[in-house]
C-alpha cells in the first residue's frame, strides 16, 4: 500500500530553520504531483506548496522562505523552511496526488502522511 512518511519536524527559535522530509513508498513517484500542507491548532488545513515535473507552486505566506524540491531517485520530496516565525508552527504533512488535467492546487490530494510537528519558538 501507499506509505508517506514524513520526518525532520522539531522544536526551533524563530528565525532558525529546518528540512522536511516525506518518503514515498508503493507508488510510481514521479508519476504524482506531491505537496505540503500544514494545520495550526484551531485552524483549517491549508496548502504549503507544490510540485509537479515542471511547476512549483508556493502559497503567498511562504514564499521566500520556503522550498520545495523532490529527488525521484529516492522517491522523497523536501521541504526547505529558512527564517522560521511563530506563526510557522504548525503540524506539517505530505500528501501525493496522481499527475492530470488541471490545476494541482485544487485538485483533490490522493495520498496522505501522518505529519510531522514543527514548533516555533519566539
Known amino acids: 500500500q501507499v506509505q508517506l512518511v514524513e520526518s525532520g519536524g522539531g522544536l526551533v527559535q524563530a528565525g532558525g530553520s529546518l528540512r522536511l522530509s516525506c518518503a514515498a513508498s508503493?507508488?510510481?513517484?514521479?508519476?504524482?504531483?506531491m505537496g505540503w500542507f500544514r494545520q495550526a491548532p484551531g485552524k483549517e488545513r491549508e496548502i504549503v506548496a507544490t510540485?509537479?515535473?515542471?511547476?512549483?507552486y508556493y502559497a503567498d505566506g511562504v514564499k521566500g522562505r520556503f522550498t520545495i524540491s523532490r529527488d525521484n531517485a529516492k522517491n522523497t520530496v523536501y521541504l526547505q523552511i529558512n527564517n522560521l516565525k511563530p506563526e510557522d508552527t504548525a503540524a506539517y504533512y505530505c500528501?501525493?496526488?496522481?499527475?492530470?488535467?488541471?490545476?494541482?492546487?485544487?485538485?483533490?490530494?490522493?495520498?496522505w502522511g501522518q505529519g510531522t510537528q514543527v514548533t516555533v519558538s519566539s
Open positions: 510540485i509537479s515535473s515542471g511547476t512549483i
Open positions: 508503493g507508488l510510481t513517484f514521479s508519476s504524482y504531483n
Open positions: 500528501a501525493a496526488q496522481r499527475t492530470g488535467p488541471g490545476d494541482t492546487t485544487s485538485r483533490r490530494f490522493d495520498f
